[in-house]
């Protein structure tokens, strides 16, 4: 049972580090500050040495959202097991759509799911749940899109120059981007990889194999650390595709200011203890440097399917997680159960996602990079033999948007 | 119920102060590059030095927010 929770964690940090690629990553892409499979590389490697600067396990897995210990609910590895499935199904399940959610909701949701039906509604703690996870959904976007909207006018106010002649020289911004986005994939390697750390912890500490009140022992910080990183690495292509140009159009500038705005209220927030989820808080700064760059267009309704899958989240997780759970109830046959259809609903998904492929070369298509026209004819040839319609219609959307 | 309203006041306006710092100062020195690129002489020298002290200065705030996120060095 244990090894079965460890393995479903470290899936879990793996989706969950394909999931947020894009939070870091999806903007240098798209301004071509960075190559595809490089942005990807060194996202993954700084991830991994995220993991390894901060390992500040958490002492309550919900952070206070399920009330855990003496008078509440003991935590079994069954329920451990069924909230991580309902957070790796539904995230699976966003990545197909492409759409940016918060990992961490997901697993939040899929541990209430599991708790209710393991003891009632009452061991929620409603309130928390207010304050941690619904009023930080709402506030991070709204803090990082304003301060991405200020900063990329500040951007586009310091750099434009009087006069026909004078060149603005706006390109100089891509190469602040390298560093602005890693420093959010920094910043995300320290934040989320301790998440699966400290669930596993919890659980080796629940199964009697490591002393309660210690911290994660080495292995375990190896093996999130590894397990994030090449999530990260494999990319969350379609994500990357839906923050990088499907809510606007990214121009360097734009981009370094949103990545700073992104990087700032990451690091703000964790340090001044209001906790913002870093996918909120990057879909909001790309937003709000779409709203401040003149002439950029912010397309409204795909901001709004990332708004429905952020309501969605937590409630549909829980749901997940409560299948799982009633299920697990059944004692070893249940467990079974569980993982061998979640294991069949995943590969499900991954097959319906081979049909419709996004990787590295088609993610973003129209980089502003001149040099690279032969090379994005050469691609379309080929795509048009094999393009499914979906994709002939977004890219012919593409082209006039150019 | 309890919401911090005074931490989410000070994440906003620690968030809004660091991404102006970074972009102001990067936009500056880009601003900067751009000048030097059609200056010459000793004004062009003064004037590209100046925007690496800008870079100098984004790069050393985004130092300080690595230092802040690493634990192991304000133990």
Sequence with gaps: ?402 | MSIDWLAFVLVAGATLAAAMVLVGTYGLGVRLLAVAADSAGARQRMVRASAFACFGVCAAAVLYGIYLIVPAFHS
């Design chain 1, 1 to 402: 049972m244990v090894v079965l929770v460890i393995v479903l964690a470290l899936f879990f940090d793996f989706t969950n580090g394909f999931h947020d690629t894009a939070n870091a990553m999806a903007t240098p892409i798209a301004t071509g500050a960075i190559k595809a499979k490089t942005a990807v590389a060194l996202a993954a490697v700084l991830n991994l040495v995220g993991a390894f600067l901060s390992t500040e396990v958490a002492k309550t897995i919900s952070g206070g959202i399920i009330r855990e210990g003496g008078g509440g609910l003991a935590i079994s590895p069954e329920m451990i097991f069924a909230g991580l499935m309902g957070a790796v199904v539904w995230n699976m399940l966003t990545w197909l759509l492409g759409l940016p959610s918060s990992s961490s909701h997901a697993l939040f949701g899929g541990l209430i799911g599991a708790a209710i039906v393991g003891a009632g509604f009452g061991v929620i703690n409603y309130d928390v749940v207010v304050s941690k996870v619904l009023l930080p959904a709402v506030l991070a976007p709204l803090i990082a899109g304003t301060v991405a909207f200020l900063s990329t006018r500040l951007a586009y106010r310091i750099t434009t120059r009087k006069g026909a002649v004078a060149n603005p020289k706006r390109g100089g911004f891509r190469y602040g981007q390298i560093f602005s986005s890693s420093l959010v994939a920094l910043a995300h390697g320290t934040n989320d990889a301790q998440k699966t750390m400290g669930v596993i912890t919890l659980v080796l500490v629940a199964a009697g194999t490591q002393p309660a009140g210690s911290g994660p022992l080495p292995w375990v910080i190896a093996a999130c650390g590894l397990a994030i990183a090449i999530g990260t690495y494999t990319g969350g292509w379609r994500i990357i595709r839906t923050l990088g140009s499907g809510l606007t159009e990214v121009k360097p500038a734009q981009g370094f200011a949103a990545e700073s705005s992104t990087a700032s209220a990451i690091l703000a927030s964790s340090h001044l203890g209001f906790a913002l989820s870093t996918t909120q808080v990057a879909s909001g700064s790309v937003i709000g440097s779409g709203l401040g760059r003149k002439g950029a267009q912010v397309r409204w309704s795909t901001a709004r399917r990332i708004a429905v899958g952020w309501v969605l989240t937590l409630p549909a997780a829980a749901v997940v997680g409560a299948l799982a759970a009633a299920v697990a109830h059944l004692g070893p046959a249940g467990v079974i159960i569980d993982a061998v259809v979640g294991t069949l609903v995943i590969a499900l998904m991954f097959l319906v996602s081979q049909r419709n492929r996004v990787s590295h070369d088609n993610a973003i298509s129209g980089l502003d990079h001149a040099g690279e026209v032969v090379e994005i004819k050469r691609r379309k040839k080929k795509r048009k033999s094999e393009a499914q319609p979906e994709e002939k219609m977004a890219e012919q959307l593409m082209e006039a948007g150019e």
